[in-house]
Nanobody, 125 residues
Framework: EVQLVQSGGGLVQPGGSLRLSCAAS????????MSWFRQAPGKEREWVSS???????YYADSVKGRFTISRDSAKNTLFLQLNSLKAEDTAMYYC???????????????????WGGGTLVTISS
């Protein structure tokens, strides 16, 4: 059974930092492309970042330079480091496993075959 168990998140002030984690099991994590998405209240779920099995990374323009995606294949864990947080980063954040190791799949919600349960990130002073 595939499982993506998320942790991290919480309430932080503007300019602060957080680290999200996503512990994977039930598949060969080291061979999977993984992504992070987020969904703000009343908005569509949007792509944030992806990482290939090789470690190549991709970012949405809105988070480039502030967020860092990484993976630890020895621990089957995906990470998202969030720095310089802004109010508009407030959202539920989801990790997901991509069906395919293609960019076009990695950045689309319908390109994912498994999702984590989500973790709430709230930016507020």
């Amino acid at each position: 059974e595939v499982q993506l168990v998320q942790s991290g998140g919480g309430l932080v002030q503007p300019g602060g930092s957080l680290r999200l984690s996503c512990a994977a099991s039930g598949f060969t994590f080291s061979e999977a492309a993984m992504s992070w998405f987020r969904q703000a209240p009343g908005k569509e779920r949007e792509w944030v970042s992806s990482i290939r099995p090789t470690g190549v990374t991709y970012y949405a323009d809105s988070v480039k330079g502030r967020f860092t995606i990484s993976r630890d294949s020895a621990k089957n864990t995906l990470f998202l480091q969030l720095n310089s947080l802004k109010a508009e980063d407030t959202a539920m954040y989801y990790c997901a496993k991509s069906k395919l190791n293609f960019y076009a799949s990695m950045i689309r919600t319908d390109g994912m075959d498994y999702w984590g349960g989500g973790t709430l990130v709230t930016i507020s002073s």
